[in-house]
């Protein structure tokens, strides 16, 4: 049974996880994650984990398509920093802090952060160093650009393959820059803008996301809410819970271990009967 160690808190993969989604950001693409002010935060927190939340996902910087504009570091470190100390000092569920900056993952860490989440893979200057010296667990996402141009449209030849290969060749960076395999978690990163999925390459991904799994990594799954699912039913954001919880169960089916969502008790619920129906 695999087990991460984030910051002296326990994560333990013997059931399917969740990871509450908390952006401190004006913009992003779900208008129900977005808040502003530290009260406000710790009140959707406290409810999240009322709700069993087992980690808390914090993030300064959009990257939904068509954000507004790119993020200072002085700007992110304002928007989490307090955020992540307030959460670790009042719950004792792991905080996640969702950021790409070398400097955010240093302050992050001596803030009280317990995981590295990052939509970029370590790939932006110094943050492999960065993370390698935290110690903590490392989500690595699959990207396919930083900053997507207008019009661009994404191309595979074999979404599930390619994804994989990616991912494997960020593990193999996190060796060579001295961070273990055991502190690492693979996420096929699900969206478009620059994760760079259509969504008929979400489907096929998702669809195969078992080939992932054969990497022998704990794989987190967010698609909550997300646009590959407005685009089969179309349906805003707001009206995309029933679908999402229904991408979370068969992710859950399938084997992925944290199943990072909006909407916590629902999802929740869902991912039990999944692990209840596995130990039946």
Do not use: W
């Amino acid at each position: 049974m695999k087990k991460l160690n984030c910051a002296g808190k326990t994560l333990t993969f013997d059931r399917t996880l969740v990871m509450g989604i908390l952006n401190i950001t004006p913009d992003s693409f779900y208008e129900g994650s977005r808040y502003q002010n530290l009260d406000q935060v710790l009140k959707v927190a406290d409810q999240m984990v009322r709700d069993g939340a087992d980690i808390l996902d914090v993030g300064g910087e959009s990257t939904r398509p068509g954000a507004n504009g790119a993020v200072t570091c002085e700007q992110e470190l304002e928007r989490v920093i307090p955020v992540v100390e307030a959460l670790n000092k009042n719950f004792d569920q792991v905080v996640s802090l969702d950021t790409s900056s070398a400097l955010i993952i240093k302050e992050g860490s001596q803030a009280g952060a317990g995981m590295i989440n990052d939509v970029r893979a370590l790939m932006r200057p110094g943050a492999l160093e960065a993370a390698a010296a935290t110690d903590l667990p490392i989500v690595l996402m699959h990207s396919l650009v930083d900053q997507p141009e207008p019009g661009f449209v994404p191309h595979y030849d074999d979404v599930a393959g390619e994804v994989g290969e990616y991912l494997l060749g960020r593990v193999k960076a996190c060796e060579e820059a001295g961070i273990s395999k055991d502190r690492l978690v693979l996420d096929p990163g699900f969206g478009g803008g620059m994760f760079g999925k259509t969504p008929a390459y979400d489907l096929q991904l998702l669809k195969g996301l078992d080939r992932v799994l054969r990497q022998g990594f704990p794989v987190l799954a967010g698609m909550s809410r997300k646009s590959f699912i407005g685009a089969v039913l179309d349906k805003p954001a707001q009206e995309r819970l029933s679908a999402s919880l229904a991408v979370a169960v068969m992710a859950a089916q399938t084997g992925a271990q944290i199943i990072r969502v909006h909407d916590v008790a629902e999802t929740v619920d869902a991912v039990r009967m999944v692990d209840a129906v596995k130990a039946a």
